[in-house]
Every structure is written in structure tokens, then in C-alpha cells.
């Protein structure tokens, strides 16, 4: 801002101030915040802050200090300090994998999700390129069905009996794909409500009891004790969770078998794909789970759906699913949660708000059974009420086993300090050179953006994003 004449003492300049004082109340908030940005003295400082976190839509300010120092003479090698950041702070990404949240980050964990599944697939990041060679499945699990829904085509045909609540069993007519009927019962009060939620809660522990069973059907097809397996092989995995669009959750996951030291050793010749098939199968199947002990509902086990697929994955891109397009499909829906069933990406804190909810009836029952479920002592453990916004799942969006690949932590260290040292960007971590030691002191300074500072961080990820696009046609083109 450009300095002039003091409005206490000269009347010119205080008439001046007064007028520009009543032109801006005449703004709106948003517009008023838009001119405070623009009197920043140091607004190029702030814009370049925002284009090195992509726009991020709910950034985290840092205040702090790195000082780099020699170890040996003492000599300050390095130094950065927020002092001289635009407000004295700042803003770092908020990492939300999201995309109603934050589509930056969210297209930032989708590709490093991408990255991580398709280096199991065919090697690199620390994985030998030999993996191609292991027995691989793309496998689909999926939940029970806790009553009848609409679904899209053809729905359930007409009968004439009816339901014990004068429903009509069946629908008849046919669903586009965009329907919103689609996931919805035919009959809400037919619908096992608290077994959807437990299962969902549950699933988690289902997949490990899948995962484990699996070892022990290998050992019985080969004949090979339920100890002894786990010496001669190993299975890797790496799953994603999907919201169907009835708000259950189901599992697509790539399977692999492995040396009994990981990926870096081949498995037994008799570790075969169709092998690894048939014991998928039979595993799934025979997984169950008690549901646990309360008065609220009526006991039964939990297991997964009849509907399992399992597509196995040659070796490099030749066959039906190539590495690529399960890596990319398996990273769609990290970017994704429950509110592509209709649900929210917020926690629930009061029954009030789950009645103001903008969703359908059939989403609030869930939400509504999941707080309900979660005031019992018996089921505690499971904290629905924390996850009742998740319809009750509490798991991970991705889990991995650790030799499938590489880690989130590693990749994002990696592109970190890519960044750092073209950019000569400050370094958040220690510096582990044994001739240099590193001091920090960071404090957290607050998060979000204001509303002008919104839109301009919008605009800037939308820049970046059709950029990428742009470069990403033109290598095609050249290709």
C-alpha cells in the first residue's frame, strides 16, 4: 500500500478515508476481502504460497523456524523462518484425500495411490520388476444383502404378495444409472438396518479373517500345514474401499503371491493363478463373523456377499485388465467416501443434525441406526457414533499389506524433497547428514482460507488442473 498523507492530522486524507470507508461497506463480504488482498504489500509473496500447495482448498499454517547448522565449526548452513511470510505464517497442504473436500490434495493422494498399487504391480519404488511374474488377482468382494433395493435396468419384478407392512414386493419398472431410486429399499421397514451398519462397522475385521483364511485354504489345496505355508509363501494385498450406492461398503483388491521373503523372491511352482482363484473363492466363502451380543437386534453372523469377482492379471499389459487400469481404478475411489452413496464427509455431533440432513430417507435411517447403536455399552468398541457419518465403517480408505510396495510417507518424502531442491523450498524435517544437524520449531497457526482467499486458491487449482490436462493431450499427441 502506498503511503500518503496521516488521515488524523490531514482532513483531505481523513474526508478520503471516510468515503473509501463507506464505498466498501456498500460491498459484500467476499468483495471487501478481495480489496484487503489486493492492499497486501506482499501479494505476489502470498500467491506464489498458494500455487506451491496447488491451491489447496483448507491449507494448515505453520509458524516456526530450520536451522541448519555444521556440526563440526557451528557455521549456520541453512535458514528459513515464517517471520518474513506473508502474516508471519505459513500455509502447508492439508492432505484431505477427499475431493468435496479439497479436489487439490484429493487428486495429489489419488496419484500417489495410483503410484503405489501399479508399483506392486509391475515393480519399481524400491519393488523388483519381477512382481509381473507373481500370480496377481483383481478381486471384488462385496456385502449381503440386508433387504431388497432398486437397482439399475431392469428392477425386481412385480408379485402380488405383499409385504407384513403392506408393501409390494417388487418394483417393475426399469432404472437409467443416474436414478436416485437406485440403493433405495423397497420396503424401509423390511430393511435390516442395524445388520448393514454392523456390517459395515465390521468389515474390517472381515477382511482380515478373508486374508488370513486365505493362507490356511493355500495350505490345505497344497497340502502343506497352516504354519508351514506362511514359511514357503507370502500374500500381498492392497484394497480400497467403495460406498455401493445402498451405502454398503465393499472391497476391490489386488492380490498377489509372493516368496516367503516378499516380492524380491518368486512363490513355489505350485503357486498358481487359477490356485490362487479357487482359494480366493472358498475363503470368501467361508468367512463369518458373529454379530456382537445385544438386545437391540436379532443375533447372526456376518459374511460377505454372494457376488465375487476374480479376474486374474498376466504378465505386463496384454491381458483383459492391464496394470495400468486396475492401478487407476483402485485410485478413483480414494478420492471418494460415503457421500457418493448420498451421505456427508463430516462428523455427526448431535441427533439434530441428522434430522437436518440433506440426504434421502434411507441414508438417515443408516446415520440414525449408527447413532442409536452407538449410545449401547456392548458396542462401544465399535464407536459408531464417531463413524455414524461413514454409515458405520471406521476403517481406512486404502490399507496395504507391507511388502505389497512402497508408502504413502515414502512417496510423499520423495516428492518433497524433488520440490525442495528444485525450488529451494524450506525443509519441514531433520536433515540426517551425519556432518549437520537440523533444529525446528513449528507451531500450528491455524487452517482455511478466508472467502477471497477461497475463490483466488479455487481459481488457482482449476489453472493448475487444466494445465496438467493440457500437457497431458499434447504428450499423447506427441506420442
Known sequence: MTTGPNPHTDPTARRALLDREARLRQLSSVERDLVRLGDMPDLNRWLEQIRATGGCAEPVY???????????????????????????????????????????????????????????????????????????????????????????????????????????????????????????????????????????????????????????????????????????????????????????????????????TGPTTPPPPWATADLLIETVRSAAAAVALPRPESAAYADGRLSFGTQLDAHPLAGGDGGRLTDDAVAAYVAKYTSKSAETAGAVDRRITTPAEIRALHVTPHIRALIATAWRLGELPELQHLRLRTWAHMLGYRGHCLTKTHAYSTTYGQLRTDRAEHARTLAGAPALYTDWDTDTTTETAWRFAGTSHTPAEALIAAGIAEDLATNREIARQSAGERS
Open 62 to 260: 505453520l509458524t516456526g523456524h530450520t536451522t541448519t547448522l555444521d556440526v563440526g565449526t557451528g557455521e549456520v548452513l541453512r535458514h528459513y523462518s515464517t517471520a518474513t511470510e506473508p502474516g508471519g505464517r505459513l500455509p502447508v497442504r492439508c492432505r484431505n484425500r477427499r475431493a468435496t473436500r479439497c479436489p487439490s490434495c484429493s487428486r495429489e493422494y489419488s496419484g500417489d495411490t495410483f503410484h503405489l498399487v501399479r508399483s506392486g504391480l509391475t515393480g519399481g519404488k524400491g519393488v523388483p520388476e519381477t512382481v509381473r511374474t507373481h500370480p496377481r488377482l483383481f478381486v471384488t468382494l462385496t456385502a449381503p444383502s440386508f433387504g431388497p433395493v432398486h437397482r439399475a435396468g431392469g428392477c425386481h419384478p412385480v408379485r402380488r404378495r405383499r409385504c407384513e407392512h403392506g408393501g409390494r414386493h417388487g418394483c417393475g419398472r426399469t432404472h437409467p444409472d443416474a436414478d436416485p431410486l437406485i440403493g433405495q429399499p423397497l420396503c424401509i421397514d423390511c430393511y435390516d438396518y442395524p445388520g448393514h451398519v454392523l456390517w459395515n462397522a465390521m468389515a474390517p475385521a472381515l477382511w482380515k479373517a478373508f486374508r488370513d483364511n486365505l493362507y490356511h485354504h493355500i495350505a490345505v489345496r497344497t497340502g502343506s500345514g497352516r504354519t508351514a505355508i506362511r514359511k514357503l509363501m507370502r500374500v500381498s494385498t492392497a484394497k480400497v474401499a467403495e460406498y455401493q450406492k445402498r451405502g454398503a461398503v465393499h472391497f476391490h483388491a489386488v492380490i498377489r503371491l509372493d516368496g516367503p
